[in-house]
């Protein structure tokens, strides 16, 4: 009865594996019938490895998950809800206050969102630090960054729709920046999302773009992204990649969509929508005043969570006034050197523990997202002075190199036995060996923040001065550069204490 | 006592589905418009039990250290169910 093969190796026993003749059973005849004419007796769905039967090979799933309970949730909602401007407000307090579980329809559709945007950027770290987007995979990590893109795009439009003070505001300052664009494209964007500039043309555009167009690009990237799944199928674990295996232990098999994969995913799927309701009765929502000129005109606007770290980047001194042009330029760069990562990182292992560099940048990327947010939480609406933000952002950085750069060179001298202090600093060489490379490091580290600081106070003042700031962008590059070299040449230790 | 597996098996599934019946029952009889937090604890509850089941149907034993996971998923539906009740009698 019991087995080593896994927990779902065996046929589950309440679909026990019996022949029924097609005149044995009515119902199983029609069934049989609609998959003769349907040609769906073919299954379409690949069998499932036993290594991705593993709750973390499952994110992608849980997102496409929730959006289909936000669809779901949101076309009841749409019963209920107006999309103008004198009654947007009053048809979303009248779901909370009036419709059986009008409440909790409109609570869960919130955290829904919440979990949909937390579930895609978990995603899009998991695959970035197991490095799933190489080949033949390049093509769906692009479809994945553009998917992302889109599903903060259902955020912003979405948070509009209540039409209370704070959704408000915040979506009058997204379209404001818009305006920093060049004129034509900035123009024709604004009218794109917030009409002739009514208020009214607004709140139809997002609600358009929110239940119509979105979820539309959303639903065809994710049947391409589905296609070229099942093509290549999940990839393997980055140590099999890494040393050459294509077959799992021996024991191993693949697993069929039905029943096994599907109930393996009714199952987290289940419990991942019960923490959601229990969130939901914990955690209730309550409603900002409706939004009027005279109530805004009083409140500080800041965007959802989702975006606080963007929020927080522009209130930084620097990027005041025409300063904005830099920071939504550094965005718009990163965003596009993580969607062109396949191209970019053409190396050929893919474990974090050979890509120092690359994991070395996606937690200082963690690390500031997250520090950015909480900060920006907590300081609505106060502009950062240049060398605190300068001192924070850079001070993280600083701190994420090291640490990762120890944890590299603990890993490479196989350190072992009980973990002291002084057993720690022997097995980094410190203070004794390699005393001089460690120094080493420190100087493009300092030469690094110091350009840093001095980059963003050139910004700074609405009197940019671009030769110093290009200058400044040059050496901090170096320093980067040189950090990379001895992060490469301290990892390339390994074993040989 | 020694039970097997099928014994064990159908002992735990009986009482997954009476305690959810259970529950289903109550959850006919929330009002829909003030009950809403003790209705949605309750779902949740509800389906995690729903997730033991499938978990006891599937998996090819439950007997021995695996059953680790049957055991936080019960506390897990346990404790959604004493939140449901907090918040009916707060």
């Known amino acids: 009865m019991t087995s080593k093969a896994g927990i779902w190796s065996r046929r589950p026993r309440c679909f026990p594996k019996r022949e029924i003749e097609l005149s044995e059973n009515p119902g199983r005849r029609l069934v049989n019938w609609v998959k003769k004419v349907s040609g769906l007796q073919t299954n379409v769905l ?50 909370i206050q009036n419709v059986p579980l009008g409440w909790l329809l409109e609570t869960v559709h919130l955290y829904g969102a919440y979990a949909m945007i937390l579930l895609a950027f978990l995603h899009m770290f998991r695959g970035y630090f ?21 599903v903060l795009g259902m955020g912003l439009t979405g948070y509009l729709l209540p039409w209370t003070v704070v959704s408000k505001s915040a979506s009058d300052v997204s379209i404001g920046m818009l305006s920093f664009l060049p004129a034509q494209i900035g123009n024709i964007l604004t009218f794109l999302v917030a009409g002739a500039g009514s208020s009214a043309a607004e709140l139809t555009r997002f609600f358009d773009l929110h239940i119509i167009v979105l979820p539309a690009g959303i639903l065809s990237l994710l049947l391409l992204k589905m296609y070229m799944f099942e093509a290549h199928g999940p990839a393997k674990p980055p140590s099999w990649d890494d040393k050459g295996v294509t077959k799992g232990p021996a024991g191993s098999k693949d697993y ?49 969570w989702y975006f606080l770290w963007m929020y927080q980047i522009l209130k930084f001194a620097p990027f005041e006034g ?11 760069v990163l965003a596009a050197v993580i969607t062109l990562l396949p191209f970019i990182d053409r190396g050929k292992t893919r474990g974090p523990w050979s890509r120092p560099l690359y994991v070395t940048f996606g937690l200082v990327m963690v690390a500031e997202l997250v520090a950015l947010t909480v900060w920006g939480y907590l300081t609505p609406g106060e502009i950062i ?20 750069t120890l944890a590299y060179r603990l890993r490479g001298r196989k350190f072992s036995g009980r973990p002291t202090l002084g057993g720690a600093a022997r097995a980094l060489g410190l203070p004794f060996r390699h005393a001089g490379i460690t120094a080493v490091f420190l100087i493009p580290l300092v030469v690094g923040s110091v350009a840093m600081e001095t980059m963003v106070g050139s910004l700074s003042g609405g009197q940019a001065d671009l030769t110093a700031a290009a200058a400044s962008c040059a050496v901090l590059i170096a320093s980067f550069y040189g950090m990379a070299r001895m992060m490469r040449r301290l990892t390339l230790k390994r074993g040989r204490a | 006592m020694n039970l097997d597996e099928g014994t064990l098996r159908l002992t735990v599934a009986t009482l997954l589905a009476t305690s959810a019946a259970a529950i289903g029952v109550y959850l006919w009889d929330i009002d829909l418009v003030n009950g809403q937090r003790v209705f949605g604890a309750m779902l949740g509850s509800e389906l995690v039990i729903f997730s033991m089941l499938i978990y006891v149907f599937s998996k090819p034993t439950i007997g021995g250290r695996q059953s680790i996971w049957l055991l936080l998923g019960c506390l897990l539906a346990a404790i959604f169910l004493i939140i449901s009740i907090q918040l009916g009698v707060s």
């Not at chain 1, 955690?283 to 800041?302: G, H």
């Not at chain 1, 025409?322 to 718009?332: D, H, K, M, P």
């Open chain 1, 46 to 95: 690949r069998p499932v490895p036993e290594y991705s039967m593993n709750p973390f090979y499952w994110l992608g799933a849980l997102t496409a998950m929730v959006f289909a309970l936000q669809a779901f949730t949101g076309l009841l909602m749409l019963i209920y809800y107006v999309p103008t401007t004198d009654q947007a407000y009053s048809s979303t307090l009248f779901i």
């Open chain 1, 256 to 304: 069929p969509w039905w029943p096994s994969v599907y109930l393996y995913f009714a199952m987290i799927g289940g419990v991942f929508i019960a923490f959601l309701l229990v969130a939901s009765a914990l955690f209730p929502i309550s409603l900002p005043p409706e939004f009027s000129p005279a109530v805004a005109s009083n409140y500080v606007p800041q965007p959802d």
């Open chain 1, 322 to 332: 025409n300063g904005i042009y830099y920071a939504l330029g550094s965005v718009t």
């Open chain 1, 130 to 150: 197991i490095s799933v987007q190489k080949h033949p995979r390049e093509l769906m990590w692009v479809v994945g960054m553009v998917m992302g893109l889109l």
């Open chain 1, 385 to 404: 002075p240049t060398a605190l933000a300068a001192g924070v952002t850079g001070g993280i950085l600083v701190g994420v190199v090291v640490a990762t």
